[in-house]
Nanobody, 126 residues
Framework: QVQLVESGGGLVQAGGSLRLSCVAS????????MGWFRQAPGKERDFVAG??????????YYADSVKGRFTISRDNAKNMVYLQMNSLKPEDTAVYYC?????????????????WGQGAQVTVSS
């Protein structure tokens, strides 16, 4: 298991941008697939974006609702994963969670990720 801590949330107007960061503990960060999920009030937690581990080429995959607007990336030297969010919409308002799973997965199910951060609030005003 890794420990995850998110940062970078906040309030932004529609059309604006934010970058979320997530730092992971441990020496084996590069072996984990990393993901971002979000949960809006009264809704289930949904997949946003994922990036596979270094051994599998760090492939990225996205929810259709954010494709073309959000970009996930990682810096293994810093144990960091990022979510760059552009052209934000009010419906992007949610608590955003960083997640990690050892090995390779392209799963979009939160039950397939074993480690979670505490969440970062993102609020997009109209």
């Amino acid at each position: 298991q890794v420990q995850l801590v998110e940062s970078g949330g906040g309030l932004v107007q529609a059309g604006g941008s934010l970058r979320l960061s997530c730092v992971a503990s441990g020496r084996t960060f590069s072996t984990y697939t990393m993901g971002w999920f979000r949960q809006a009030p009264g809704k289930e937690r949904d997949f946003v974006a994922g990036i596979t581990n270094t051994w599998s080429g760090q492939g990225t995959y996205y929810a259709d609702s954010v494709k073309g607007r959000f970009t996930i990336s990682r810096d293994n030297a810093k144990n960091m994963v990022y979510l760059q969010m552009n052209s934000l919409k009010p419906e992007d308002t949610a608590v955003y969670y960083c997640a990690a799973q050892l090995g390779v997965t392209t799963s979009r199910r939160d039950s397939d990720f074993g480690s979670w951060g505490q969440g970062a609030q993102v609020t997009v005003s109209s």
